[in-house]
């Protein structure tokens, strides 16, 4: 059964950093693709970043050179750090399992929240 649980959300103001990190269990973790998304109020959900099995990224454009995904497959674990936030990084993250194309698991969210 995969299980997928985000920690690290919150308040922090207009140039601040956060750091996000997605507990894993299940055997799954090392060889699948794993993704932070958000979902602002009202607006669909959309993709954050994603890393590969072998380590291949991808950023939003939105995002980039602000943001870091990492994993660390001996401890099950998906990170995102986030510096120079901005009040327009306010969302609900989720951390994704991929599948073949999209995401099939996800974890319950983490707010995050930019003040200006």
């Known amino acids: 059964q995969v299980q997928l649980v985000e920690s690290g959300g919150g308040l922090v103001q207009a140039g601040g950093s956060l750091r996000l990190s997605c507990a894993a269990s299940?055997?799954?973790?090392?060889?699948?693709?794993m993704a932070w998304y958000r979902q602002a109020p009202g607006k669909q959900r959309e993709l954050v970043a994603r890393?590969?099995?072998?380590?291949?990224?991808i950023y939003a454009d939105s995002v980039k050179e602000r943001f870091t995904i990492s994993r660390d497959n001996a401890k099950n674990t998906l990170t995102l750090q986030m510096n120079s936030l901005k009040p327009e990084d306010t969302a609900v993250y989720y951390c994704a399992r991929i599948g073949i194309r999209w995401p099939v698991s996800w974890g319950q969210g983490t707010q995050v929240t930019v003040s200006s």
């Open positions: 299940g055997s799954f973790f090392s060889t699948s693709t």
């Open positions: 890393i590969s099995s072998g380590g291949d990224i």
